[in-house]
């Protein structure tokens, strides 16, 4: 059995907690066990991951004191033999788990990346651009979800892509479920533009609403859904009120069935300031959904080949032409076809982990044999 640490899920269902989330439920609970570390009371996901399995450790977050932080890691260390701690960051900003994953010999400790720039403030860009230097130090594998997010956290250090793996099953394009989701919503016979992603500020929901209204004003037939919550929530109804937008935007919240209302969506618009690569994006392209995003977005994001990147700095009514222009005549099934044959599916992301993970173990044990 190896013993795996995992830190990175929050109390946010994001893009970074859902890769977690799908590699867990697919990786052998017979040749892996698998912990959680978080510093938030509650995690995504966890009443699934308990009753699949997983112990999660919950300690106080960093922000309540230093010592008192890595004292905790250290002892939750101390106490368990990992044999691998796994770190999925957006910015190295704070690293101690690994420093200290080190200090206790555990043969591998692996920082992830993913995210392409910075999502914090000044004191966070200092601590992640001195931390860069030192991650070498503590770390023994490097990955990154795209060659963006690699270069924001090694720079030209060799670092290997990790594919987001996604369950193709689920994302697969299917009629009927289009057809009832867009009934509960009353969005039948609409023009219906969708987002996926936390309400943060890196996702740019103040743009994407006002790209909206000039959709609107456009076409009188078209409706927004929102997926996510976060911290900008409030703003942004706040927004679409002052804009007299309450019933043409649906807000759906945090939700479990993200794969069913990518299905009811005719395109995807993403207006980010910045991403690794998005989560979101791949799984509505296994939906053949195409994509309507900002220039800020890594290219490597369009697997289809049939994404639209827009300037940032372009105007809403010049966002809006691209939408209601792009050509719906298209078999959206090939998203999921094109998807697997190029590897993104969850199963071929698994068989890669193992194969990094149990190579990296026998690699730690022959040094020491020769040492």
């Known amino acids: 059995m190896i013993n795996i640490l995992i830190e990175g899920m929050t109390d946010n269902k994001g893009g970074k907690e859902t890769y977690i989330m799908n590699l867990f439920r697919h990786l052998d609970k017979k040749k892996y066990s698998i912990a959680f570390v978080s510093y938030d009371d509650h995690i995504a996901y966890e009443e699934i991951l308990l009753n699949e399995g997983a112990k999660i450790i919950h300690i106080p977050p960093r922000c309540r004191g230093v010592f008192q932080y890595r004292r905790a890691i250290n002892q939750v260390l ?7 701690v796994w770190a999925h960051k957006t910015t190295l900003s704070s690293c101690e788990i690994l420093d200290i994953a080190k200090k206790n010999n555990i043969p591998v400790r692996i920082v992830h990346s993913h995210s392409s720039s910075n999502m914090g403030g000044k004191f966070t860009y200092l ?31 060799l670092s290997k892509i ?27 016979n609409k023009f219906v533009i969708g987002h996926v992603g936390r309400f943060g500020i890196e996702k740019n929901h103040k743009k994407l609403i006002n790209i909206f209204k000039s959709c ?40 479990d069935n993200v794969h069913e209302i990518l299905q009811a969506m005719d395109i995807l618009v993403m207006p ?19 994509c309507v995003v900002s220039d ?36 959206r099934f ?36 020769e040492k």
Do not use: T
């Open 78 to 84: 101390k106490n368990n033999s990992f044999d691998v």
């Open 127 to 157: 601590m992640h651009n001195i931390n860069k230097h030192l991650i070498y130090c503590w770390a023994n594998e490097y990955l990154a979800c795209s060659h963006s997010a690699s270069e924001w956290f090694y720079g030209k250090h």
């Open 334 to 369: 090939e998203g999921y076809r094109e998807m697997k044959k190029r590897g993104f599916d969850i199963g071929d992301s698994v068989i890669s982990v193992e194969q990094l993970i149990e190579g990296k173990l026998k690699e730690v044990v022959v040094k020491k044999k």
């Open 272 to 290: 980010s300031l910045f991403e690794g690569l998005p989560f979101a994006l791949l799984e509505a392209q296994a939906s053949g959904l195409k």
């Open 296 to 331: 800020s977005v890594s290219r490597e994001s369009d697997v289809m080949g049939w994404n639209q990147f827009v300037p940032l700095s372009s105007n809403d009514s010049v966002w809006a032409s691209v939408i209601l222009k792009e050509n719906m005549n298209y078999e």
């Open 162 to 188: 990790m594919v987001n793996g996604i369950d193709l099953e689920k994302f697969k394009y299917n009629l009927e479920i289009r057809e009832k989701i867009r009934k509960e919503l009353n969005i039948e």
């Open 216 to 255: 609107k004003d456009q076409n009188s037939d078209v409706k927004l859904i929102l997926c996510g919550d976060g911290e900008e929530r409030k703003n942004i109804e706040l927004q679409i009120r002052q804009l007299d937008l309450q019933n043409d935007v649906i807000l759906l919240g945090s939700i």
